[in-house]
Every structure is written in structure tokens, then in C-alpha cells.
DNA sequence: TCTTGACCTTCCAGTGACTGGAGACCCTAA
DNA sequence: TTAGGGTCTCCAGTCACTGGAAGGTCAAGA
């Protein structure tokens, strides 16, 4: 198949594949016209790049995931152990997140937001240090 | 002051002083032998972008930010909406991280991790059904 | 005075993971 | 024959830095 068709059934971008193809996790064949021809095999691959990068492995865990997947002999604890390590990531970055939603909050709680130019949140921004007189969490 | 000091009072690395001089964020003196010299106010203002960048505002966030901070006539209400909106964006990511989590959990509770080369989580990357057998969340 | 080492300068290239666009070739249907 | 898509390569841009090379400057110590 040629890429148009890989990319409406792995739903990745055409430009997307191609740049899979230059770093090596896919190798399509060319036909005489030059176009890249997509097995089976190929499009699996695909697929497994879009479901692992769209849970939020990186492309160099990928080709790590992918080479595991293509390995018989693997052992599952191997691939529970980079799914584990990707959980502890993204628990990293949910509290980062959260403990960010936390300051914002209080900088938009301390503001009047209207008309007048002092604000509280440029305060906070610009390091002022800001009385915590309102309410208190 | 020299961009060493600066770097250490605003807790920015010298090559981001530099780069956010290229793109016109702060815009230091230059002494008779080619080196910044920053300002009491230059340091404001990396210290103002500090803190925001670091509160996950964009470069051009910051610059719109930067300008309603020096706009003495500023209506405190605008600064609130950019904050507001900062404040759903980050809503929307931990959301999206979390539901990252859950599936990425399913697939590891799944998972024997064991020495034996089936894999459920390998089956859950390449799009593979998984008959949802074991444990109800 | 000389040297050492820290600090400063510019410029260029690389990161990650694509994305956009130009210009050209190929294929199919009307 | 023509029109329209699809495909090709190559180059450049994104974001926000970061690293490194090659060289100029400064202050302290021998």
C-alpha cells in the first residue's frame, strides 16, 4: 500500500511516516515509481508507533518498545518495567502541574480584575512579595 | 552588573539572558569592552520572566505579559484573563495525563512481568484487543 | 610583568518530533 | 489531453533553549 493509505489506517500524518522512515523505525519498500510500498508488517509497526508515542513514549522509547515487540524471546517484566517507569513520569508531571494550577489559582483569587492598573498577579510575577491576607486554603 | 550576576540574581542560565536578548525580551547596555551591563530594571525583568516562564507562560506570553507589566495604565482584569486561560490549559493537560495514567495502568496491572514473552501491554500497543477479564475500576 | 583562571564575546549547530512549502514527477479518470 | 490528486525530495521553520569552538577581557597572585 502506499502511504497515503498507511497513513489513513495507522492515522499518522504522511509527513509523519516519512520522518519514521528517516530515523529508522520503519523501512518500507520502493516501487519502480519510487514510492515508498507498505507491507502488512510495515503498517503494524505504524500503528504501534501511534499508539505507544500517543501514550507518551518518547521516540527513543519506541524504538526500544518496538525492538521488544519484534523480539520472541523477550521477557514481559522487560516491557512492564519501561511502562512502570512511564507511569512514575507522568505522576512527576501531574503533580508539577498541579502544585502550577495552585499558584495561578491564588494569584487570579488575589485579583480584582477590573479597571485599575494594580494587580496582584503582576505583584506575584514580578516577585513582590504578596500579604496572604484573603482566604487561606 | 555583568550577565554573571545577573544570571545568578534572576536564576537564569547566561545562555537564556543571551537568547532572550536576541529576541528582544530585555535589552542590556553595552560597556566600552563589548560586555552587558544590566540594569537594576533589566533585572526586573528577567526575574519577572523567571518566574513566569517557570509558572508555564509561553515566550510570547511573557512579552504580552511584560508589556501590561510596564503599562502603568494596565486594567488589572486583562492580566486576569491571560491567567485564566493559563489555568484551563493546564486543567486540560493534567486531564489528559491522567487518563495517560489510567491506561497506562490497566496495561501494567495486566501484565504477569515475568520471563515468559507474552505480554499484554505489547498486545495493547499494537492495537491488539485485550479481553477485559481481570479487575473492574 | 607574567600567568592563570574565571568571565565575557560571537557564531554555528543541535535538540525533539515533527510541520510547511516549493518544485517536480506519477497516476487515473473524464 | 487535461485536470486533479498523490507522491517524491529537499530545505527551512517551530519552541526554547543548550553546547561548543575560538577568541577577547579582567583581576589576583607569584
Redesign the interface.
Known amino acids: 500500500m502506499n502511504i497515503g493509505t498507511a497513513s489513513r489506517q495507522s492515522r499518522l500524518p504522511v509527513k509523519t511516516i516519512r520522518y519514521y522512515e528517516e530515523i529508522g523505525l520503519v523501512r518500507p519498500l520502493r516501487g519502480d515509481n519510487g514510492y515508498r510500498e507498505f507491507s502488512q508488517a510495515d503498517l ?1 509497526r505504524l ?2 508507533l501511534q ?2 508515542r500517543s ?2 513514549f518518547s521516540i527513543e522509547e519506541c524504538r526500544d ?1 518496538l525492538s ?2 519484534e ?7 522487560d ?3 519501561i ?2 517507569q ?2 512514575q513520569e ?2 512527576r ?2 503533580a508539577e ?2 502544585s ?2 495552585r ?3 491564588e ?2 483569587e488575589a ?12 505583584d ?4 513582590r512579595e504578596r500579604t496572604h491576607g484573603g482566604k487561606q486554603h
Open positions: 503494524e500503528k504501534f499508539r505507544s501514550l507518551g518498545l521488544l515487540y523480539d520472541t524471546n523477550r521477557a514481559s517484566a516491557v512492564k518495567a511502562t512502570c512511564k507511569i507522568v505522576d508531571k501531574i502541574l498541579k502550577l494550577k499558584v495561578l489559582l494569584m487570579v485579583c480584582h480584575g477590573d479597571d485599575r492598573p494594580d494587580c496582584p498577579i503582576m506575584d510575577l514580578s516577585g
